[in-house]
T-cell receptor
Framework: GAVVSQHPSWVICKSGTSVKIECRSLDFQATTMFWYRQFPKQSLMLMATSNEGSKATYEQGVEKDKFLINHASLTLSTLTVTSAHPEDSSFYIC????????????FGQGTRLTVV | AQSVTQLGSHVSVSEGALVLLRCNYSSSVPPYLFWYVQYPNQGLQLLLKYTSAATLVKGINGFEAEFKKSETSFHLTKPSAHMSDAAEYFCAVGGAGGTSYGKLTFGQGTILTVHP
C-alpha cells in the first residue's frame, strides 16, 4: 500500500499563535513530500517540496519564515504555520513520493486550518 | 513549465447522462496526467492517471480519460452519471519520472452537479 496520514484533520487557532501539521507515510519511506494549500473554492497550489535531511524548496511567493517545513525522518514531514493570521485559514494537503511507485505521489486527507 | 486548463468551472448533467469534463495541458516535458475527485472538506481521491502507456485510461467508478497529444487534452468521461458522482474534479499534470515525479500542477477544478 501507500498510505499517507495527516494530523490533525482540522484545527482552530487564535491569531498570532503557531500551528503544526504532520504528514506521515505509514507504509513506505518518503524522501520527498509536497505541501499544497487550497483556499475556499479554489484549486490546490504547491507551497513547497520537502526533502528528508535537507532544506525545503519553496515555491515563488511562499514565505519560508512563515511556513516552516521540517522533514527529519523518512516517514514524517511537518508544516508549521507561524504567527497565524485569519488569511492563513485554508485547507492544507500533503503528498508523499513512494520510491517503489515512481509515477505518482500519494495524498493525505488534508487539514482544515481556521484562524480566529 | 507546466499548466492545466479545465474548461468549465461548473458542469451540470442529469442522472444517467454522459459526463464530460475537459482538461487541456501544457508541458515542456512528456507529461504524466491525473484526474482527482474531491468531496467537500475531504482530501483528494485518484480517479485515474496517464503515465505514457495506453492512451485510453480506465479508472475507478466507471470513469475513463483519453490522452491526445496532438490536442494536448486529457478529457474525463463517464457514460452514465450517478448522483454520487457530484463532487469537484481536478485535472493535474506532473513530470514524467526522474526528480520531477509527484510534483503536480492542478487545474482550477470543475464542480459536477448531477440532477435526478
Amino acid at each position: 500500500g501507500a498510505v499517507v496520514s495527516q494530523h490533525p484533520s482540522w484545527v482552530i487557532c487564535k491569531s498570532g499563535t503557531s500551528v503544526k501539521i504532520e504528514c506521515r507515510s505509514l507504509d513506505f519511506q518518503a524522501t520527498t513530500m509536497f505541501w499544497y494549500r487550497q483556499f475556499p473554492k479554489q484549486s490546490l497550489m504547491l507551497m513547497a517540496t520537502s526533502n528528508e535531511g535537507s532544506k525545503a524548496t519553496y515555491e515563488q511567493g511562499v514565505e519560508k519564515d512563515k511556513f516552516l517545513i521540517n522533514h527529519a525522518s523518512l516517514t514524517l514531514s511537518t508544516l508549521t504555520v507561524t504567527s497565524a493570521h485569519p488569511e492563513d485559514s485554508s485547507f492544507y494537503i500533503c503528498s508523499a513520493r513512494n520510491p517503489t511507485v515512481n509515477t505518482e505521489a500519494f495524498f493525505g486527507q488534508g487539514t482544515r486550518l481556521t484562524v480566529v | 513549465a507546466q499548466s492545466v486548463t479545465q474548461l468549465g468551472s461548473h458542469v451540470s448533467v442529469s442522472e444517467g447522462a454522459l459526463v464530460l469534463l475537459r482538461c487541456n495541458y501544457s508541458s515542456s516535458v512528456p507529461p504524466y496526467l491525473f484526474w482527482y475527485v474531491q468531496y467537500p472538506n475531504q482530501g483528494l481521491q485518484l480517479l485515474l492517471k496517464y503515465t505514457s502507456a495506453a492512451t485510453l485510461v480506465k479508472g475507478i467508478n466507471g470513469f475513463e480519460a483519453e490522452f491526445k497529444k496532438s490536442e494536448t487534452s486529457f478529457h474525463l468521461t463517464k457514460p452514465s452519471a450517478h448522483m454520487s458522482d457530484a463532487a469537484e474534479y481536478f485535472c493535474a499534470v506532473g513530470g514524467a519520472g526522474g526528480t520531477s515525479y509527484g510534483k503536480l500542477t492542478f487545474g482550477q477544478g470543475t464542480i459536477l452537479t448531477v440532477h435526478p
